[in-house]
T-cell receptor, first 115, second 114 residues
């Protein structure tokens, strides 16, 4: 499968614990995005990378959230001291930004449940 | 005001109907526009880009009005398989003028009935 893969598919954790998610983008895609989605809402932007550089982070994102993309390949999203409000689907998407435009390919997401 | 706003829906239409979705965006410097489709419990997938002159892809027509900051999607001859949530997506210009991130609307749910 050469699509975007995310791991794990599901994560259940207790409030206050740290969690880390991984995203493997499509090979050679230079952009990687993280979004969060809750039921009945559209994907909410969290952050994105172009190669290894983190270009923007949502102002809505607290300091408990951090993302990395070492070497411009896979990315990790860490949430520290999880809260019940963090429960959501965390979606990763990658794209190849070219002159003609950009098409995002999403992974299947990581469903986080904070108890 | 939210950056991208869409019709709340849901839209319940019979097969064969024509249905239109609207979307407005707040940032006048927005650069690119898209419609994504999301099936229940699935990830979003690109349906079509929206060009300034309007564009068509089979039964789907997208329109952009930059002056009104308005985007639309028209679906003709609806099929049962069109049932999904349709997400309006806008690319904002990042600081420094480069192509910025993609902002999604809340989505409009469409249900096509036999």
């Amino acid at each position: 499968d050469t699509g975007v893969s995310q791991d794990p598919r599901h994560k259940i954790t207790k409030r206050g614990q740290n969690v880390t998610f991984r995203c493997d983008p499509i090979s050679e895609h230079n952009r990687l995005y993280w979004y969060r989605q809750t039921l009945g809402q559209g994907p909410e932007f969290l952050t994105y990378f172009q190669n290894e550089a983190q270009l923007e982070k949502s102002r809505l994102l607290s300091d408990r959230f951090s993302a990395e993309r070492p070497k411009g390949s896979f990315s990790t999203l860490e949430i520290q001291r999880t809260e019940q409000g963090d429960s959501a689907m965390y979606l990763c998407a990658s794209s190849l930004l070219e002159q003609g435009g950009e098409k995002l390919f999403f992974g299947s997401g990581t469903q986080l449940s904070v108890l | 005001r939210k950056e991208v706003e869409q019709d709340p829906g849901p839209f319940n239409v019979p097969e064969g109907a024509t249905v239109a979705f609207n979307c407005t965006y707040s940032n006048s410097a927005s650069q690119s526009f898209f419609w994504y489709r999301q099936d229940c419990r699935k990830e979003p997938k690109l349906l079509m880009s929206v060009y300034s002159s309007g564009n068509e892809d089979g039964r789907f027509t997208a329109q952009l009005n930059r002056a009104s900051q308005y985007i639309s999607l028209l679906i003709r001859d609806s099929k049962l398989s069109d049932s999904a949530t349709y997400l309006c997506v806008v690319r904002v210009r990042s600081y420094g003028g480069s192509q910025g991130n993609l902002i999604f609307g809340k989505g409009t749910k469409l249900s096509v009935k036999p």
